[in-house]
């Protein structure tokens, strides 16, 4: 028997979601409004996604950015993808500035639903954490400034999302992202960027 690939694998995925989502709401509209009053505390329930998110892998030199939509029914869909590749001889605060503008500029376009930042956890030193925290905080701010959520996933929690093994290589990284979304091969900024969207599309939970 023929093994299924990534995109065919996660396309059944989708679909049970879609199904254990329907098959909660009308088991929740057959509830008596008593039985609902008495677990009144918030609750998650994963609900299939449906939305366009603005991925972003933060860097100074090399932000990578990544589109995708989520339509009920459908496979997720590549809109677009970029790398913000700021010279050495750019200011930080000029770095910063770009940064900002693209992702504005992607939210703006695409009309984004929710944008999802993938998180440092190893830096080398402080003086790089500041580089790097300040490059997140342009990029997330650009997101919150458009006024949609923003999550952030740890990488591992991305790499097992979207791979099925959290400490995949970015090789692994770039060519399951490419079949999930039929498309080429990305940079490896832009992959890391498209699987923060997916993560999200995949994962998110909604509260209820």
């Not at 339509?71 to 940064?99: D, T």
């Not at 954490?129 to 400034?145: C, D, E, P, V």
Request: aromatic content about 6%.
């Amino acid at each position: 028997m023929a093994r299924k690939n990534t995109r065919a694998m996660w396309a059944e995925k989708i679909l049970k979601a879609e199904s254990v989502s329907k098959n909660s709401n009308v088991l929740s509209l057959k509830k008596e409004p008593k039985l609902r009053a008495l677990n009144s505390s918030p609750t998650f329930v994963r609900l299939a996604f449906s939305g366009i998110v603005v991925g972003i892998d933060p860097s100074l030199r090399g932000t990578g950015l990544a589109v995708v939509k989520m339509s009920p029914g459908k496979n997720p869909e590549f809109l677009e993808s970029l790398r913000v590749s700021n010279p050495a001889k750019l200011s930080q605060a000029e770095c910063l500035g770009r940064i900002f503008r693209a992702v504005d500029r992607l939210c703006c376009k695409y009309d984004a639903t929710a944008a999802a930042v993938e998180q440092s956890i190893y830096v080398q030193n402080n003086q790089t954490a500041l580089i790097l925290g300040s490059a997140r905080g342009a990029a997330i701010a650009a997101a919150a400034n458009f006024e949609i959520p923003v999550y952030e996933y740890p990488p591992l929690r991305i790499k097992q999302a979207v791979v099925g093994f959290g400490r995949a290589s970015k090789e692994q990284v770039s060519r399951t992202v490419a079949s999930i979304l039929n498309i080429a091969p990305l940079g490896f900024d832009e992959s890391d960027a498209a699987a923060a969207a997916l993560a999200h599309i995949f994962t998110h939970k909604e509260m209820v």
